[in-house]
């Protein structure tokens, strides 16, 4: 569904994206983890189009993104941390995204109504909490039934109930044949939710593996633990 | 008696009936060209010329007739002659109109020429395409009134003056329009002449030009978009009050400009609309009062060479620049003038502010050197110069000022 | 673009900044012509405010909104929207704003007070002179990253034209003073968007003084109507010039 192609970015002198390939299919999840600086915010917003890479290729549906905007419409995102013109309304929001997106696609508002976000809907931007505006971000998201679902750290501001009713709605889009890329730092949630985890470091993919086949090849039940022991051994090689 | 003064007039009239008759010139009279009309004439009979068009090739007249059209008779020179020579006192002009004067570099043609005489009347009469228009010379105590003079000189040196007086005295010029020749109005040694409700407009060179002419009055007469405004010279004891001098644009053009003239008086005009309002030179003892000078580029333009002018209750409103002058020295005096751009207050609420108004500004000093620093006018970097100076004067004549400045302007 | 312009629309009229400078140019607009019994006096004040304070506020309040509607942007890039639609309308949506409060600020006490040609061509000039400084702003805020930054090089752009150009020009007329600087003159005042605002004006306060310079070129530039038309059209090469530029920046921007 996406390939991505030996993709480079330097910022400045700083190499984030040392050639980095990769693919996103269908009806998968696909968490993409790494320690901070490692490039997977800016793979992400490259897939976005939020950030122009210096070569390589993105590569969605057999058409490269390159110059296109369309394809957005094909995508839905939840950035890490959302926000919106100050001195509108929830409801103006979300109308204002439905009118930007023009999509005649029937809206899923599963989201939005599990959050009981339109008995907000007369409270302005301005005065919610980090919490809340995370759950408008990720209704936005799932808003305009995506095929594509690129999630920025999506559990990190909620209480756990809303977390909860996150990942159910994350695994019921994959059960749709929908793609789901997530950043997490949570492994617990990691291990819940993803089929495969994608690591990343100094700009480059460390392992590419399902989470079966870390599991298998550490030996270790714990996911945390297991990838602590196969990166030792991806240095150690 | 009361029979009397009736008999008298009854006798008067009559007598003068004998003497004086009319002759009639048209395709249904007898006369049917004015030139032989004129020879039949006498001294006193009128000459009356009805509806039609005349070829005529200067018609001289030197008798005292009248000559009179009626029903708006028409003179046709065909660009060959003059139209009329005057040679005589006493004849009078009237309702004629005279068309198309020849145009030649040695001989001024115009449309009616007068020398050596006096107590002529031109009157109601219309000279269109002429060269000049009236050219009169030696010539006394006589009356220019209402005529209409439009001329249609393709350029400034193909063309004549419209009122042309050389050497005459005692003569009033009014309510004449003037349009379309060199000058409007042109004097060179016309002396105790009265010049009053006069329109001259879009002549190339001047409204009004005169040298050598003492002792004028000019009074309500509107001066405006002539090429180059209004300009005399070598003059004593001129009055003028009451004109409108307007629209006159251009680097050498001028509301007025005087030069080399001497106790005068400008009171009560309104300048309005010139690139330069008033400009004086080598003119001393002027009386400069209650005058408007609104819009103008520069109300003043006062060179160093004048002295004892004095500057009275005039208004200076909406002007780009109000007085410039090219020495560091003034010796002429200003008083209660109202300066729209003056800052001052008036703590003692007597009308007339406290701290005096120097009309010169730095920046027109500098455009004076710089002419193209134009560009700049009213930038904040001009503004901050201009201010700096007010405070600190060191480059504007330091005694050219009012001390008096008005707080409102005079009204009149 | 237009959906995007009316959000921008939507958020900013609720901006107290805006309403602050509405109010502010309202307030010095009719105090002046409540305090100079001739409008043309408080119009010729109202011409040197214009030309500091417009300029200014323009270029720091488009400044601040574009980096305080970072995060907007962001989310609208991610969104299935062209980059320059997004852009241009960001741009006419603030543009339409500070036109409309200058507009209310200035133009309804000029239309009130003094309806002449002269207040007329304030109120384009000062519109005129809204837009080119949005457009630098924008300018300067695609090429920074960084909000202070952004702001610092929009006033330096902001005292650069409003005095140091100028006075740079009148040093330099004064040292070469002795040379036919007729022709330059055009040009140098065409390269500041204040300058060519404040002549705008001129040819209506200072006809009368502009038709003094014997110059063919001045003759033809200020004789005639054709004046106030080349200055408008080379201020709406300051308005999209700029603007073009940071679309093509701000395209390959990366947020």
Known sequence: MIEVKALQKKFGKLRVLKGVSICFHKGEVVSVIGPNGSGKTTLIKSILGMIIPDSGEIILNGKSISGDWQYRSQIGYMPQIGRYPDNMKIGQVFSMMRDLRKSDIKPDESVLNSYKIPSLFNKTMRTLSGGTRQKVSAALAFLFNPDILVLDEPTAGLDPLASEILKQHILEAKSKGKCVIITSHIMSEVDELADRIVYMMDGEIAFDKTIKEIKEETGEERLGKAIAKLMKSEIND | MPRLPFLFLIVLLSSHLLRAKTIDVGAAFRFKHPQPAIISAHNGDTVMLHKGIYIVKNLHINKSIVFKGENEPVLDVQMKDFGITITASHVTIEGITIKNSARASMTDYAGIQAMKARHLTLKNNILINTYFGFHLSAIDSSLIENNTLIGSAPDDARSGNGIHLWQCNFVTIRKNKISGHRDGIYFEFARFCHISQNISEKNFRYGLHFMFSDNDTYTNNIFRNNGTGVAVMYTKGIRMEGNIFADNWGSSSYGVLLKDIGNSYITGNTFLNNTTALYLEGSSRIQVVGNTFQNNGWALKLLANCEMDSFIRNKFNGNTFDVSTNGTISLNYFKHNYWDKYTGYDLDRDGVGDIPYRPVSLYASIIEQIPYAVMLLRSFAVDLLDKAEKNIPSLTPDQLKDDSPLMKSPTR | ?255
């Open chain 3, 1 to 255: 673009m237009i959906k995007v312009t009316k959000y921008v629309i939507y958020d900013i009229v609720r901006n107290r900044v805006l309403i602050a400078y509405t109010l502010f140019l309202f307030l010095i607009a009719s105090t002046l012509f409540n305090m100079e019994e001739d409008p043309s006096k408080a119009i010729i004040s109202l011409m040197s405010i214009v030309m500091i304070m417009v300029p200014l506020i323009s270029i720091v309040f488009a400044t601040t909104y574009f980096f305080n509607s970072y995060e907007f942007i962001e989310l609208l890039v991610a969104q299935p929207l062209k980059r320059s639609t997004i852009l241009l309308g960001e741009y006419i949506g603030v543009a339409l704003s500070l036109s409309f409060a200058f507009f209310i600020g200035i133009g309804i006490p000029i239309i009130l007070f003094d309806a002449t040609a002269t207040g007329f061509v304030l109120i384009l000039s000062g519109i005129l002179l809204t837009l080119v400084f949005i457009s630098l702003a924008f300018l300067s805020s695609v090429i920074t990253r960084d909000k202070a930054k952004g702001i610092g090089i929009a006033l330096m752009i902001w005292f650069y034209f409003s005095i140091i150009y100028d006075a740079l020009m009148l040093a330099l007329l004064f040292t070469f003073s002795d040379y036919p600087l007729e022709q330059a003159m055009i040009p140098i005042v065409a390269l500041n968007p204040i300058d060519l605002g404040r002549i705008i004006i001129m040819l209506k306060l200072d006809i009368s003084a502009l038709m003094g310079y014997t110059g063919a070129l001045f003759k033809s530039f200020f004789g005639n109507s054709m004046g106030i038309f080349y200055t408008c059209c080379i201020m709406f090469i300051w308005i999209i010039a700029p603007l073009l530029y940071s679309i093509k920046v701000f395209n390959r921007k990366n947020l």
